[in-house]
T-cell receptor, first 114, second 115 residues
C-alpha cells in the first residue's frame, strides 16, 4: 500500500513570512496525483493545491506553491506571505491513477504568529 | 449551500449501541467516500461508492460497519455494537468520476464519542 509521510507534526511561521511543509510518499506507480488539504480547527477540510505526477511544472495557486521532486518522491508545500487565516492542519494526500483511494499523511499543524 | 453535508455533527452513545450517520454529497458527484479520523491522524479510508455500487472497502471496516448508498445519492454508515475504539470523527467526501485528479470535497464530519 502507498504511504504518505509528513515528518513535521508542528510548524510555526511569522505573519508575512514564508514556510515550507514537507511531504514524502512511497509508491511503485508511475502515474499518480498529489494533493494538499487544509483543515482549520473544527472546520471542513478543503483543497489547497494539486499536482499531477506527469507534469514537470510545479503547481501554484496564488500564495501556495509546491516543490514536486518525483525521483525523490517528495511533495512540499510553500506558503508565501503567511496570513493568520493560514493557521490550520495541513494534510498531504496521494491518489494513484488506477485506484480510487486517497492516502493521507498524519498532518502538520501550522501556527501563524502575528 | 451545495457542499457535502453530514448529519449529525456530534453523536454520543453508550458502548454496545448502534449508530447511523448520514452523508449528502454534492448533487452532481457520483463518487462518495467514508473516512475515519482520530486525533492527531490523517483521514483513513473506510469505503467508497460509485453511484450506488460499493466498490472498495478497507480492512479497517470490520463486520460491525456497514455502508449503503441505495439510490446513488445520500449514503449511510452504520456501526453496530459500538466499542470505545470507534470514537473518532467520521468524514464523508464526494467527487466527480472521470479524471483521477478530481479532488474530494469533504463534509464537516460526524464526531462520535463512545461512553
Amino acid at each position: 500500500a502507498q504511504t504518505v509521510t509528513q515528518s513535521q507534526p508542528e510548524m510555526s511561521v511569522q505573519e508575512a513570512e514564508t514556510v515550507t511543509l514537507s511531504c514524502t510518499y512511497d509508491t511503485s506507480e508511475s502515474d499518480y496525483y498529489l494533493f494538499w488539504y487544509k483543515q482549520p480547527p473544527s472546520r471542513q477540510m478543503i483543497l489547497v493545491i494539486r499536482q499531477e505526477a506527469y507534469k514537470q511544472q510545479n503547481a501554484t495557486e496564488n500564495r501556495f506553491s509546491v516543490n514536486f521532486q518525483k525521483a525523490a518522491k517528495s511533495f512540499s508545500l510553500k506558503i508565501s506571505d503567511s496570513q493568520l487565516g493560514d493557521a490550520a492542519m495541513y494534510f498531504c494526500a496521494y491518489r494513484g491513477n488506477t485506484g480510487n483511494q486517497f492516502y493521507f499523511g498524519t498532518g502538520t499543524s501550522l501556527t501563524v504568529i502575528p | 449551500d451545495t457542499g457535502v453535508s453530514q448529519d449529525p455533527r456530534h453523536k454520543i452513545t453508550k458502548r454496545g449501541q448502534n449508530v447511523t450517520f448520514r452523508c449528502d454529497p454534492i448533487s452532481e458527484h457520483n463518487r462518495l467516500y467514508w473516512y475515519r479520523q482520530t486525533l492527531g491522524q490523517g483521514p483513513e479510508f473506510l469505503t467508497y461508492f460509485q453511484n450506488e455500487a460499493q466498490l472498495e472497502k478497507s480492512r479497517l471496516l470490520s463486520d460491525r460497519f456497514s455502508a449503503e448508498r441505495p439510490k446513488g445519492s445520500f449514503s449511510t454508515l452504520e456501526i453496530q455494537r459500538t466499542e470505545q475504539g470507534d470514537s473518532a470523527m467520521y468524514l464523508c467526501a464526494s467527487s466527480l468520476a472521470g479524471a483521477s485528479n478530481q479532488p474530494q470535497h469533504f463534509g464537516d464530519g460526524t464526531r462520535l464519542s463512545i461512553l
